[in-house]
């Protein structure tokens, strides 16, 4: 089924939450809802609720919490007009608070795995997004390609971390220049960071904003996708 519109954030933010599934395979609670908006409507919006209380600790995440990690994911994206993270927000839910985002329908058809290992060009967005919020789980499964061809990823609450830890399945484009549009979208990020910086402030510590604002001034001193840095598992396991 094609998406009608992408829902905003004001409309994730209202109306009810109503648990439709358990996503069997996510290592924390990740519960597949409809949301009801008060709009008269009967068309089923489907969204991802993940609440904070189902979380497991992380050792190498130990502030804040990955609901909060989803939700800067899809501020940044946003801003800078990469696009790439469905809508998400920070609510209540039926076991308290929590990320919500809208659920992408995949096209099935799409062979992911051939897919992301391709040169396409919004993936090089994904492969700098991904650097710029330090991701480390970027697997087949977190990339996601609708019906209308649009790349979405999802599962960013293991990102922001203030080392190096980019783990991902796309190095197709290491030691590639960035071309300008890339370097402006990194100009524009460091021209704006103190709004960035306030809009995702509550989701991720002061230490994590002073290190995504020294990797886009490396972008800008050293304008390449970086290469996997041999100290860290560059992929993530299992990949798929
Ligand atoms: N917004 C979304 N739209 C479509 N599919 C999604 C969305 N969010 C998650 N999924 C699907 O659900 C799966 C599990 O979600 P997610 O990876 O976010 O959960 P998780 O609890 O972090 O899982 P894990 O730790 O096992 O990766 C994803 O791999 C993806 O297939
Ligand atoms: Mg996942």
Redesign the pocket.
Known sequence: MNRTKQLTVAELAMGELVVAGR?V??????LFCELELPDGSDEVR???Y?PISGERPLWDFPDGN?AGREVAAYLLSDFAGFNLV?STTMRDGPFGPGAV??????DPEVDVIAFTQSEAPSLRVMALFDFIINNT?R?F??V?VDYEGAL?G??H?VSFHREFKLRTVIWQFAGLELNSAELGQIEKLLVEFTTLEKMVSPYINSEEITALRLRLESLREEPRFPYPNPNWPAIPWPPV
């Open positions: 996503l395979d996510a290592s924390n609670a990740t489907k969204v991802v993940k990955l469905p985002q809208e659920w992408v329908n995949i789980d697997k499964g977190h996601l979405f999802c599962d609450g």
